[in-house]
């Protein structure tokens, strides 16, 4: 089994204590470090090599979680980064995701999904909090706002199915049966017309359009993960 290495940014200390008990009662988990400002993590990246940060965004210091995110992974060090996080601010969460974490989950929700977004990020798939994507629905709902699935051509909705599941380019291919470069076309135009940089925003978008629904993508999801 492999080690999986989390490092934890948040600034209380009964945070950190608590979720490094949670995360090293599991085999497979183990907490190199914990970080109560974005700085301290900048400075301790190389030391604890960690394979995901789970990061607060809202932290003391001269920067923001926000910030943190993007300068960790301007290192191109091979770390994911999760947002931890009371806020269900949607720009930030937009920000967090721009800045490059592919996974973001509630401080208030339950352990399991917490678990849930480690394991699945370690495994190169994306993890967005099923209560987050709720949320996201019910406020589409309420507002009235329409069903942008005209936006998009069939296929497209397929590759966006599959993005939001985390699946690679030739994973994609493979199932679709069409080619790797047909895939990086179809993903180009839906970041496009999703006006989204990344596959991360894309499933928030894809989710807040009600372009997928969260039934959707927990049917199609391996051993129920994201």
């Known amino acids: ?23 090293e009662s ?12 974005g700085e301290e993590m900048l400075a301790r990246l190389d030391e604890w090599s960690p394979d995901v940060i789970l990061q607060d965004l809202l932290i003391p210091g001269g920067i923001d979680g926000i910030e943190t995110t993007r300068r960790v992974l301007a290192t191109g060090r091979p ?18 995701l ?27 798939r994306t993890f967005i909090d099923p209560g987050v994507g709720q949320t996201l629905v019910s406020a589409r709902l309420k507002s009235g706002s329409l069903d942008d699935r005209d936006e998009l051509t069939g296929r497209e909705l ?16 493979a199932t679709l049966d ?5 895939v ?16 991360t925003q894309a499933i928030v978008q894809a989710l807040k359009r009600g372009l997928v629904t969260l039934e959707e993508l927990d049917d199609t999801s391996p051993a129920g993960e994201r």
């Open 1 to 23: 089994m492999a080690m999986i290495r989390v490092a934890l940014v948040d600034d209380h200390r009964v945070v950190t204590r608590s979720l490094k008990a949670f995360l």
């Open 26 to 37: 599991f085999p497979d988990l183990r907490v190199v470090g914990a970080a109560v400002s």
């Open 79 to 96: 770390v994911k980064v999760v947002a931890l996080t009371a806020s269900m601010d949607e720009a930030r969460m937009m920000g967090v």
């Open 98 to 124: 721009r800045a490059g974490a592919v996974g973001y989950v509630r401080k208030d929700a339950e352990p399991e999904v917490l678990l849930a977004a480690v394991r699945a990020v370690a495994a190169g």
């Open 158 to 173: 397929d590759v966006l199915r599959h993005l939001a599941l985390g699946r690679s380019n030739r994973e994609i291919a």
């Open 178 to 182: 069409i080619g790797d470069e047909t």
């Open 184 to 199: 990086k076309t179809h993903v180009a135009r839906v970041l496009s017309k999703l006006q989204v940089e990344n596959r």
